[in-house]
């Protein structure tokens, strides 16, 4: 006889409220409860592996997108560059 996966067997709602009813996240004046908060959550989770996924993907170009940001907000800063003179 084959095994069920926990995740195939249906929930039993008795068993579920007291999870949803102690998830909360607070994040700073946000506050969300319940269901709001597991899906916050998960959400939370999903755009980290995206992030981390384009960070990986894009790893070899890291150096040269970071010095050229650097570049752009001295430009944007409107700080003025020293120039120097070749003879």
Excluded: H, N, Y
Excluded at 64 to 77: D, N
């Amino acid at each position: 006889m084959a095994k069920i996966s926990a995740f195939l067997v249906p929930m039993d709602p008795k068993r579920l409220k007291p999870l949803v009813k102690a998830s909360r996240l607070r994040f700073g004046r946000f506050e969300a409860r319940g269901v709001t908060a597991i899906l916050f959550g998960v959400a939370a989770i999903v755009v980290a592996g995206g992030a981390s996924a384009a960070l990986r993907a894009g790893a070899t170009m890291l150096p040269e997108t970071l010095r050229e940001s650097r570049e752009l907000w001295l430009a944007v800063r409107g700080r003025p560059r020293q120039l120097t003179a070749t003879p």
